[in-house]
């Protein structure tokens, strides 16, 4: 008697007619979670580029160890996306990431993103208030790299399903 699995990743216990859903999210969200990802990316390089960048060499005299004056502009930005994500992330986290358990589509991928998304949230409330100053830069550029992790993190959560 042949499986009534109706694809060959499924689990045993999914019913065949749920496996083909999709877990789609509104077009407006989708759109509004990439625009504020981009501000957050955008934001939080630029001013890890401006902050390790050295100032020209004719104004490091007269600059040496003041920061960039794009610094607190591109925070301000940096802190207000997050705040716009954070928002994104609780509807995601109420509608399109309990579907997607229900369905088994990408469970791993969707813990993993939000757990990313929790510590980037962390560890930015922290740099803001708590770290000390010695701990900043290393704790800033780890926070960075988990950034970009999230991000690439984001671009495979939303590839294409292969056609069944």
Do not use: K
Not at 69 to 88: D, F, I, K, N, Q
Not at 89 to 113: D, E, I, Q
Not at 125 to 153: C, K, T
Request: contains cysteine; hydrophobic residues 50%; aromatic residues 8%.
């Amino acid at each position: 008697m042949p499986s009534r699995r109706a694809h060959p990743h499924a689990p045993p216990h999914a019913h065949p007619h749920r496996v083909a859903q999709r877990n789609t999210m509104p077009r407006r969200q989708v759109r509004a979670l990439l625009v504020v990802w981009a501000a957050l990316l955008v934001s939080g390089g630029g001013w890890m580029v401006v902050h390790w960048l050295q100032w020209p060499q004719a104004a490091l005299p007269a600059m040496a160890g003041l920061p960039s004056p794009w610094e607190a502009p591109l925070m301000r930005l940096h802190g207000g996306a997050m705040m716009l994500m954070l928002l994104l992330a609780g509807r995601v986290s109420a509608t399109h990431a309990p579907r997607g358990w229900r369905l088994h589509l990408r469970r791993r991928g969707g813990v993993w993103m939000l757990a990313c998304l929790g510590t980037l949230a962390l560890s930015g409330y922290l740099l803001f208030y708590w770290v000390p100053e010695d701990w900043r830069d290393p704790v800033g550029l780890a926070h960075g790299a988990m950034g970009l992790v999230w991000s690439i993190s984001l671009m495979w959560h939303r590839r294409r399903q292969p056609s069944t």
